[in-house]
């Protein structure tokens, strides 16, 4: 079998789950690729796994390379955004220039697949099977995404249609890898092809003292905000009002150097620090609720406060809550106070942990991402 693996050139969206599955696919004895563009191409190479680059599809951090792609409006909103005031971004989900030009580039590569197996936001692999005539699975990253596409597949069958003709019926992909047990998944969002798996992550031992709270925006936040923002500042301050052992995540060395906020006594600040073997530590996780630091956190065991900032997150906050699993905080009018009550809320109510913990049963419970390529043989 000729497995192509399609993503973002993102490392969130390529490095937990379609790494390993690349490698898992190759011992099996399939000859295995990732397509994805220019900006991830050396560190999915150096991990050992063969890359398709496809030239068009531009990271995040590249855009401004083709400021004909981005909506003025964004760019003037992206300036000025301070959630603490206006609260979660509107983010595109779907880009039909960017999804027909990732299609074009997988086409045009060379490189013929029997399969096709995209991550949830790369429509445009979707879009490339259904013009070869091949079938196509996803690994789904982020699961809140397409229901929040209006029209989403209406708009891919357009894409398709400018490929030439095409098979009847609309573009679909034939089996779905969720990365968290079922009851994550509302019903209107599993289909038949649904499978369920866990990300398979080498055991880390926690630190020998741990935080009782964690808190941690992903690493995409701090380049969004405004630079009078105060959404980290007031994080800081609730877990200084906590007056319990505390990390914060700010994103960078650089961040931690420059920092002029609040710097309580019971709070570490940290660049960049390993969110896994801190959950393993914390009692409680305050979170911009991305889909991937959701999923570590369910798979610890712990309940969150979920402050929601962009794209999926919103959704992913809401599952969160409705699980109860923790609960979702307005990032408009955010105040540490505010902020400091959630989380002592969260701590003192003991459902909340259960809950997490009940995830954290039926993730072990599942089988690795790996197993993923006997149901793709099938």
């Not at 038949?192 to 808190?215: I, K, S």
């Not at 877990?239 to 961040?255: E, F, H, Y």
């Not at 406060?305 to 599952?319: E, G, S, Y």
């Amino acid at each position: 079998m000729r497995l192509l693996l399609t993503g973002l050139p993102i490392p969130s969206h390529l490095l937990p789950v379609l790494v390993p599955l690349a490698r898992a696919a190759r011992e099996a004895g399939h000859e295995t690729a990732i397509a994805t563009g220019t900006a991830m191409a050396g560190e999915l190479e150096r991990l050992g796994v063969p890359v398709v680059v496809l030239p068009d599809v531009l990271a995040p951090g590249e855009l401004g390379r083709r400021p004909e792609l981005v909506d003025p409006s964004l760019v003037r909103r992206l300036r000025n955004w301070r959630p603490e005031v206006s609260g979660p971004l509107d983010l595109p989900l779907f880009h039909a220039t960017m999804t027909a030009e990732f299609a074009a580039n997988v086409v045009g590569a060379g490189w013929r697949p029997d399969v096709i197996v995209r991550e949830t936001n790369a429509f445009g692999g979707l879009v490339a099977a259904e013009v070869l005539g091949v079938p196509s699975a996803v690994v789904d990253i982020a699961p809140s995404v397409p229901p929040l596409v209006p029209g989403l597949a209406g708009r891919l069958d357009v894409l398709r249609q400018g490929f030439g003709p095409a098979p009847s019926g609309a573009v679909a992909d034939r089996l779905t890898a969720g990365l968290l047990p079922e009851p994550w998944y509302p019903a209107g969002l599993r289909t038949p092809g649904h499978r369920y798996y866990r990300v398979p992550e080498a055991p880390v031992p926690p630190p020998a003292a741990g935080p009782v709270v964690l808190a941690a925006f992903g690493s995409n936040v701090r380049s969004l905000l405004a630079a009078d923002s105060r959404l980290t500042a007031i994080t800081v301050a609730a877990l200084g009002l906590l007056g319990k052992p505390a990390v914060m995540a700010l994103g960078s060395d650089d961040a931690v150097a420059s920092w002029t906020g609040p710097r309580p006594g019971n709070v570490e600040l940290a660049g960049f620090v390993p969110q896994r073997a801190l959950l393993a530590a914390s009692d409680v996780f305050v979170t911009h609720a991305g889909f991937g630091s959701v999923r570590e956190s369910l798979s610890a065991g712990v309940p969150m406060v979920a402050v929601p900032l962009f794209a999926d997150q919103p959704a992913n906050a809401a599952r969160v809550h409705e699980l109860g699993a923790g609960v979702r905080l307005d990032a408009a009018g955010l105040t540490a106070e505010g902020l400091a009550a959630a989380v002592e809320r969260v701590l003192g109510e003991p459902a909340y942990r259960s809950a997490a913990r009940e995830f954290r049963d039926g993730v072990t419970a599942l089988p690795p991402i790996t197993d993923f390529v006997r149901h793709l043989e099938a």
